[in-house]
């Protein structure tokens, strides 16, 4: 009798780290699918109630385990040149990282895949808007796509409004 149910323990013991490492090795397999050269375009609000100013986009990012981390360069107005970065870490459930925008300061990531798309939360670095919560989304489209978006709340009507949008393909 004891040693049926050490022997069910051991099974059940043996069996827990199957699991928790299926996460990671799906999560690994989707970083891996961002990693490479990206070249694209699109819109970005410097504020809320401004015009959007059209944007274009060199990235490169490297995915290295359930970690991945882009740098890249955005250019608007045909002068205007900025520097961006992320880097972002699976933990098992979560993902966590630091954003850097156009403006500097390092700025807090937290969210989650959902499908296609890793949802993050960005606590900026200081107040943006208004406040300092906004929402990043980092989405695969397709084998050789991907668009980066942010979100924020108008602080005048409540409402959620697109930030910046920038589509990207590999090159």
């Known amino acids: 009798m004891l040693r049926r ?7 059940v013991a043996g069996m827990l780290p199957l699991e928790t490492n299926a996460a990671p ?5 989707f970083l891996d699918s961002l990693e490479g050269r990206w070249a694209g375009g699109g819109t970005v609000m ?7 100013i059209n944007v274009s986009c060199n990235f490169s990012s ?10 890249g360069t955005c250019r608007g107005m045909l002068v205007v040149s900025r520097a961006i970065s992320a880097d972002l870490r699976f933990d098992g459930s979560n993902y966590t990282g630091i954003y850097v925008g156009p403006k500097g300061g390092r700025s807090a990531l937290s969210g989650r895949r959902r499908g296609d798309a ?11 808007n208004g406040d300092r919560v906004a929402n990043l ?9 991907m668009r980066l978006s942010t979100v ?10 697109v ?3 920038i589509n990207l393909r590999r090159s």
């Open 62 to 71: 490297q995915a290295n385990g359930a970690a991945l981390s882009m740098r």
């Open 152 to 161: 924020d709340v108008d602080p005048a009507s409540g409402k959620r409004v």
């Open 46 to 52: 410097i504020r809320i109630n401004r015009s959007p």
């Open 118 to 128: 890793i949802s993050l939360t960005i606590r900026w670095a200081r107040e943006v």
């Open 25 to 29: 090795a799906d999560e690994t397999a």
């Open 163 to 165: 930030t910046s949008e």
């Open 5 to 11: 149910k050490m022997l069910r323990l051991l099974l």
């Open 137 to 145: 989304i980092v989405q695969r489209l397709g084998p050789d796509g």
